[in-house]
């Protein structure tokens, strides 16, 4: 039997409160409606259902409760003139490969909605996707966002959810989800620091008691790695390479330290002066040294989040290290680098590109009342 049965069991006229009959626990009318309006809350949850997005600049990902995550696909829409032709892994594998009359547009660049008309059409088709015809009443969402967003932008996110058909939305900070999504203490009074590594930006946080101590957000993630490889191919090889191509190199010989085995691999691209298609072999060696500038920015964010550390919660730093989560965090050698720059202990999160989905899948696991009007 139901808990609210065991109070308002045989809810028939003569077993009000106030009957004869009455030896029930409800004593008064309002209480009564009170308990009533309860139990339709309970009803109605059943047929909905919670679901969390992590809403990246490179990568959108779709967390189910009680089931993980089902969707993940690239953050990008495929437009022909004002209509949507593809949106996600199809419309990524696009870019650079357009006909002329079709552009493949990221809506979220650097962390913040470059587009949110476009942003609105992508958050809109995966939330249908996800969701298909899974129950009669919409989801309730959680949403994580880059943490620089203004106002205005939270408000957009929102309204695109609900025009997706969200019965409930909430929205929570990237770091705090990333931060739960690799089970960080993050309720405990002890402090923990977050570095998430996403394609546009990199947001570093320190965390206590549930709430962001400091956070810094720097315009600089893997999406600058892949423009400086692009740069470096041209200016030292002479040789035109695209997005694509550019994030291969990063993710196939990228690295942020020096490796046991350097590697090696051939890029093929278009000669500037010839224009003619060409083969080059790059070096993780030099590729690493086209990288530096952007890991430095990286880093002094790191080291400026440190700096403005309450010392109450600097040991607990200092014991406990930084985690990092985040596509960039599979950069090789970036633990190195960090424990290098900043003599703290690094962990590389397990799944760093799911962190963040993790973390609304768990918060919506652990809380109940996420929903709840404040
Ligand atoms: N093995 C890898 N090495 C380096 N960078 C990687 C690797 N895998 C993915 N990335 C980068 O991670 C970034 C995407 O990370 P993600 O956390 O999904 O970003 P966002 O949260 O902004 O959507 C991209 O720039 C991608 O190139
Ligand atoms: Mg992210």
Redesign the pocket.
Do not use: C, F, H, Y
């Given at each position: 039997m139901a808990a609210w049965q065991q109070t308002v069991h045989s809810p028939e006229k003569e077993d009000w409160p106030g009957s004869q009959k009455g030896t029930h626990p409800v004593t008064s009318i309002p209480q009564y409606i009170f308990h009533m309006i309860q139990i339709f809350k309970k009803i109605a949850r059943l047929f909905s259902y919670d679901i969390g997005i992590?809403l990246?600049?490179?990568?959108t990902l779709v967390y189910i409760k009680d089931q993980g995550i089902v969707l993940r696909e690239p953050?990008v829409v495929a437009m022909k003139g004002d209509k949507v032709k593809a949106v996600g892994e199809e419309a990524k594998r696009m870019v650079g490969r357009t006909p002329g009359s079709v552009v493949a547009i990221r809506p979220l660049k650097e962390g913040v909605i470059a587009d949110f008309e476009v942003a609105h059409n992508m958050l809109r088709y995966f939330i249908k996707r996800a969701c298909q015809s899974r129950s009669i009443r919409g989801p309730r969402i959680l949403i994580a966002h880059p943490s620089g967003i203004t106002e205005v932008e939270r408000h957009a996110i929102e309204e695109s959810a609900y025009e997706a058909g969200a019965i409930k939305v909430q929205l929570i900070e990237?770091p705090m989800a990333a931060a739960i999504g690799v089970g960080l203490p993050v309720t405990e009074p002890v402090g923990s620091m977050i570095v998430?590594?996403?394609?546009?930006?990199t947001e570093v946080a320190i965390i206590s008691l549930s709430g962001i101590v400091y956070s810094q957000s720097e315009k600089c993630?893997?999406?600058a790695?892949?423009e400086t490889i692009t740069r470096h191919m041209l200016a030292a090889h002479n040789l035109l390479v695209g997005p694509r191509t550019a994030?291969d190199i990063?993710?196939r010989v990228?690295s942020a330290h020096p490796l046991q085995q350097e590697l090696q691999m051939e890029v093929k691209g278009r000669d500037r002066g010839t224009g003619l298609p060409k083969t080059v072999t790059v070096r993780s060696e030099e590729i690493r040294e086209a990288l530096q500038d952007k890991l430095d920015v990286i880093v002094s964010a790191i080291r400026q989040t440190l700096d403005h550390c309450p010392p109450e919660l600097a040991s607990d730093l200092y014991d406990r290290g930084i985690t990092v989560a985040?596509?960039?965090a599979?950069?090789r050698g970036l633990s190195d680098l960090l424990h290098e720059q900043t003599g703290l202990p690094i962990m590389i999160s397990e799944d760093?590109?799911s962190a963040?989905a993790e973390g609304t899948g768990k918060y919506l696991q652990e809380n109940d009342d996420v929903f709840e009007e404040e």
């Open positions: 992590d990246g600049t490179a990568n953050s990237e998430d590594i996403g394609g546009g930006t993630g893997g999406d790695l892949d994030e990063k993710i990228g985040g596509g960039g599979l950069l760093p590109l963040v």
